[in-house]
């Protein structure tokens, strides 16, 4: 079984990928409760790089499951390295392998999104690394292939809790008139913050900084502060 936390859709690829490529299943750490992993052959974890670590709902996942005796493996997507993200994680839940994919930004509210050939290319790239991935997980090998890049435990720990402290305010978040009062955004998010109130979303105090919500408006009504106003939008069903 491989469970996996996805906001704009890399990492849920990344993990349904895997598992068609090792006959297995994936499912989102969002649907239930931690499952029995009694007789499971092989536990993974895919999930996306948030400032250097690993996102809280996943951190929070990994903490409700039990002792398994199958090969465990976790995989991050990221813009370009992970710091000491999987070895953390490892301590929590032990990972035989643990690897790092680089994947299309989707950081909006940071900087302006790759462009879509830049796009197709990382996408290919990754098909192939995940087709080797896959190879190696079935043959049980233990493997640490992650991309910590510089300054790594400096990163994977101020940094990462600057960002969880301070980063992850939702009053930035603003929608403008093009919003239809679909209320896709709340019911994509993940903490249950957005709710709607005379057919527009509201944001409560909690967030992940996912951005599913900025990401998948099919309206492209919301607004993260003045800089994505004049950014892109990525989901990658918009190149499979």
């Known amino acids: 079984m491989i469970f996996y936390f996805s906001g704009t859709g890399n990492s849920r690829w990344a993990a349904q990928t895997l598992a068609e490529s090792l006959g297995d299943s994936a499912k989102s750490i969002l649907e239930g409760k931690a499952p029995d992993l009694t007789g499971e052959a092989r536990v993974g974890l895919v999930f996306p790089i948030y400032a250097w670590g690993v996102p809280e709902p996943m951190l929070d996942f990994v903490k409700t499951l039990p002792k398994t005796d199958g090969f465990t493996f976790g995989l991050c997507t990221c813009g370009a390295d992970a710091g000491h993200a999987m070895k953390k994680l490892s301590?929590?839940?032990h990972l035989d392998s643990s690897y790092s994919l680089v994947m299309p930004n989707n950081y909006?509210?940071?900087s302006e999104l790759d462009s879509p050939e830049e796009v197709r290319g990382k996408l290919a790239a990754a098909k192939k690394s995940l087709d080797t991935i896959a190879g190696e997980i079935s043959r049980r090998e233990r493997v640490y292939r992650v991309k910590e890049g510089k300054l790594a435990f400096l990163k994977s720990n101020f940094i990462n809790?600057?960002?969880n402290g301070f980063a992850r305010s939702t009053k930035p978040?603003?929608?403008?008139?093009r919003c239809v009062g679909c209320g896709q955004c709340a019911a994509l998010c993940p903490t249950k913050?957005?709710?709607m109130a005379d057919g527009k979303p509201r944001w409560g105090d909690k967030c992940y900084q996912c951005l599913a919500c900025i990401n998948r408006c099919p309206q492209r009504a919301i607004e993260y502060g003045e800089e994505?106003?004049?950014r892109g939008r990525y989901t990658i069903e918009q190149y499979l």
């Open 108 to 110: 909006v509210v940071g």
């Open 193 to 195: 913050t957005i709710t």
């Open 228 to 230: 994505t106003k004049v």
């Open 173 to 177: 978040f603003s929608v403008t008139d």
């Open 161 to 163: 809790k600057g960002f």
């Open 91 to 93: 301590k929590i839940f």
